[in-house]
């Protein structure tokens, strides 16, 4: 069974810098693609950015990019999100995923770590 366990969340003013980490442990995690997700208040799940276990590919959305890196660390089976230049729409619960690339949803889900960012 896979259980990912995510930290880094809190409260955060517009323009700072968060690192989010999700560690992920069991079988053949490794082998799969790992991600950040998030859901705004009222608004469905989103993607944020991907990774495949290669570190070959990644995927960034439109709405992070230039601002938000992902990163992976297969020797950890740990996945970080680099959050920088923080917006208040960035508000939101972040989710860890993880299961096959390209990783349109997820196959196992973290906890969700919660990311408030006052203007």
């Known amino acids: 069974q896979v259980q990912l366990v995510e930290s880094g969340g809190g409260l955060a003013q517009a323009g700072d810098s968060l690192r989010l980490s999700c560690a992920a442990s069991g079988r053949f995690v490794s082998s799969y693609a790992m991600g950040w997700f998030r859901q705004a208040p009222g608004k469905e799940r989103e993607v944020v950015a991907v990774?495949?276990?290669?570190?070959?590919?990644?995927h960034v959305s439109d709405s992070v990019k230039g601002r938000f890196t992902i990163s992976r660390d297969n020797a950890k089976n740990t996945v970080y999100l680099q959050m920088n230049s923080l917006k208040a729409e960035d508000t939101g619960v972040y989710y860890c995923?993880?299961?096959?690339?390209?990783?349109?949803?997820?196959?196992?889900w973290g906890q969700g770590t919660q990311v408030t960012v006052s203007s």
């Open positions: 990774i495949n276990w290669r570190l070959t590919q990644s």
């Open positions: 995923a993880l299961g096959p690339w390209p990783l349109r949803t997820g196959q196992s």
